[in-house]
Nanobody
């Protein structure tokens, strides 16, 4: 059974930082593209970032570009999202997701993902 578990969310002041982690179990993460998504109350789910299988290619939403960094450690079966200079509009539940790919030389958050974690709450106070 494919399982993704997010952690690292919490309450932070504007300008602060958080690092989210996504740990895979029951499958090997290195075979998948990984994306981070977020959903605020009453809003549609939004793609935040993604990373290719090897980590050589990444993509970011314009709203987080320059502030967030995605990375992966396949040996630890973990993907990270480092979030710096957080803003109140970053408040949302953050999900990681895995996508089955063949070559996986690049990634996109505009395509379907196959497996999803339960989400972790990020709240940026104002």
């Amino acid at each position: 059974q494919v399982q993704l578990v997010e952690s690292g969310g919490g309450l932070v002041q504007p300008g602060g930082s958080l690092r989210l982690s996504c740990v895979a179990s029951e499958f090997t993460l290195e075979y998948y593209t990984i994306g981070w998504f977020r959903q605020a109350p009453g809003k549609e789910r939004e793609g935040v970032s993604c990373i290719s299988k090897s980590g050589s290619s990444t993509s970011y939403a314009d709203s987080v570009l320059g502030r967030f960094t995605i990375s992966r450690d396949n040996a630890k079966n973990t993907v990270f999202l480092q979030m710096n200079n957080l803003k109140p509009e970053d408040t949302a539940v953050y999900f990681c997701a895995a996508r089955t790919v063949r070559l996986g030389l690049s990634c996109s958050v505009g395509v379907p993902y196959d497996y999803w974690g339960q989400g972790t709450q990020v709240t940026v106070s104002s």
